[in-house]
T-cell receptor
Framework: EAGVTQFPSHSVIEKGQTVTLRCDPI?????LYWYRRVMGKEIKFLLH????????ESGMPNNRFLAERTGGTYSTLKVQPAELEDSGVYFC???????????????FGPGTRLTVL | KNQVEQSPQSLIILEGKNCTLQ??????????LRWYKQDTGRGPVSLTI?????NTKSNGRYTATLDADTKQSSLHITASQLSDSASYIC?????????????FGSGTRLQVQP
């Protein structure tokens, strides 16, 4: 079974440009999460999808970030326009439906390293 | 504010030796605590998950403990191997209604030397 995949693995852009990150969760996983780690800091939550709906987007830093999950399969995270402080590693994770589960084990992708110059 | 603190920040040990990593948290209300291993250039991979009622859980040479009263956890690695070199991240899940996000520690970077 394929794990969570993310594309691209690296992206280098200039300040003011737009970048779109993609995440393909494990097939059948309803829950999809975006996290990011900025230099020297811990990984932080950005938002959570349940299927195509945004369950929690309280971690999104500002309105330059837009996440979508049309059709409830893959998700994209667009940064427009990018700023220097957006540099970091963006992780995606997915988990199956949590109904009847004690906890939701999240499976992480390898991340996209974004560098804004 | 929910926080997860880990110590030490980094650790160097010789192959075959044991080590213990520490995690203190202030996440409340508490749901579960996880230890993840993150190899360089990879995403975090779950090692153990413990709920409030569990105070120890093993996964091969990895043994995690949890004291929910003192809000402390440890990860013990036995007979370390070169492949154990990685960052180990303590992650705590709260029980906020409808929210399943995780609070991450900054990690302990472990280097196992031959």
């Amino acid at each position: 079974e394929a794990g969570v995949t993310q594309f691209p693995s690296h992206s280098v852009i200039e300040k003011g440009q737009t970048v779109t990150l993609r995440c393909d969760p494990i097939s059948g996983h309803d829950n999809l999460y975006w996290y990011r780690r900025v230099m020297g800091k811990e990984i932080k939550f950005l938002l959570h999808f349940v299927k195509e709906s945004k369950q929690d987007e309280s971690g999104m830093p500002n309105n330059r970030f837009l996440a979508e999950r049309t059709g409830g399969t893959y998700s994209t995270l667009k940064v427009q326009p990018a700023e220097l402080e957006d540099s970091g590693v963006y992780f995606c994770a997915s988990s199956p439906s949590t109904l009847g589960q004690r906890y939701n084990e999240q499976f992480f992708g390898p991340g996209t390293r974004l560098t804004v110059l | 504010k929910n926080q997860v603190e880990q110590s030490p920040q980094s650790l160097i040990i010789l192959e075959g030796k044991n080590c213990t990593l520490q995690c203190n948290y202030t996440v409340s209300p508490f749901s579960n605590l996880r230890w993840y291993k993150q190899d360089t250039g990879r995403g975090p991979v779950s090692l153990t998950i413990m709920t409030f009622s569990e105070n120890t859980k093993s996964n091969g040479r990895y043994t995690a403990t949890l004291d929910a009263d003192t809000k402390q956890s440890s990860l013990h690695i036995t007979a370390s191997q070169l492949s154990d070199s990685a960052s180990y991240i303590c992650v705590v899940a709260g029980m906020d209604t409808g929210r399943r996000a995780l609070t991450f520690g900054s990690g302990t970077r472990l280097q196992v030397q031959p």
